[in-house]
T-cell receptor
Framework: DAKTTQPPSMDCAEGRAANLPCNHS???????VYWYRQIHSQGPQYIIH???NNETNEMASLIITEDRKSSTLILPHATLRDTAVYYC?????????????FGAGTRLFVKA | NAGVTQTPKFRVLKTGQSMTLLCAQD?????MYWYRQDPGMGLRLIHY???????AKGEVPDGYNVSRLKKQNFLLGLESAAPSQTSVYFC???????????????FGPGTRLTVT
């Protein structure tokens, strides 16, 4: 099963872009990369996902390397409310059922 | 739409007691999931369901049972609670199984369970 590796924490100044990296070197061809975030103790919130191409929505951009072994989530103008734990997830369909592999995530601190 | 709701929000149990956590979704999603989250850790999948009347084991199913009698509800049961089951439990739903990779999961607010 593909696993992800993320830095445990990062800081970002308010108004600047936050670039959160994720390594998934064992990802297979049909596995998607998803990003979620968890603010304080709330339930995780979906941000964005992608397979091969870069993706952008109203919340963020996702840059996936050509070999798909790593990706970067970009929050273009971070605000204090973006302080959260960000999870990079690779969807797998394991033998006998579905699995979701959550790493420890990156704790992003946005500072004024 | 209320989205995904969970009942109760908090609960304290004594070792050996039983309880049921209720998850309800009003988005007509086929798939539902139960996760647990321990302090400082990511979420781990306990059980999931791909449709009414079906359930399957996730990563950490031991000590839990589930039922999906109605499409909109997914119940998580603890028959004999243990201190190791102290955790925050999250329910989620999605319109397509996560294995297809093209639909996001919607999470509930969580249930904080303490077993003493």
């Amino acid at each position: 099963d593909a696993k992800t590796t993320q830095p445990p924490s990062m800081d970002c100044a308010e108004g600047r872009a936050a670039n959160l990296p994720c390594n998934h070197s064992t990802i297979s061809g049909n596995e998607y990369v998803y990003w979620y975030r968890q603010i304080h103790s709330q339930g995780p919130q979906y941000i964005i996902h992608g397979l091969k191409n870069n993706e952008t929505n109203e919340m963020a951009s996702l840059i996936i390397t050509e070999d798909r072994k790593s990706s970067t989530l970009i929050l273009p103008h971070a605000t204090l409310r973006d302080t959260a734990v960000y999870y990079c997830i690779v969807r797998v369909a394991g033998a006998g059922g579905f699995k979701t592999i959550f790493g420890a995530g990156t704790r992003l601190f946005v500072k004024a | 739409n209320a989205g995904v709701t969970q009942t109760p929000k908090f609960r304290v149990l004594k070792t050996g007691q039983s309880m049921t956590l209720l998850c309800a979704q009003d988005m007509n999603h086929e798939y539902m999931y139960w996760y647990r989250q321990d302090p400082g850790m990511g979420l781990r999948l306990i059980h999931y369901s791909v449709g009414e009347g079906t359930t399957a084991k996730g990563e950490v199913p031991d000590g839990y049972n589930v039922s999906r009698l109605k499409k909109q509800n997914f119940l998580l049961g603890l028959e004999s609670a243990a201190p190791s089951q102290t955790s925050v439990y999250f329910c989620a739903s999605s319109s397509v199984g996560q294995g297809t990779g093209n639909r996001e999961q919607y999470f509930g607010p969580g249930t904080r369970l303490t077993v003493t």
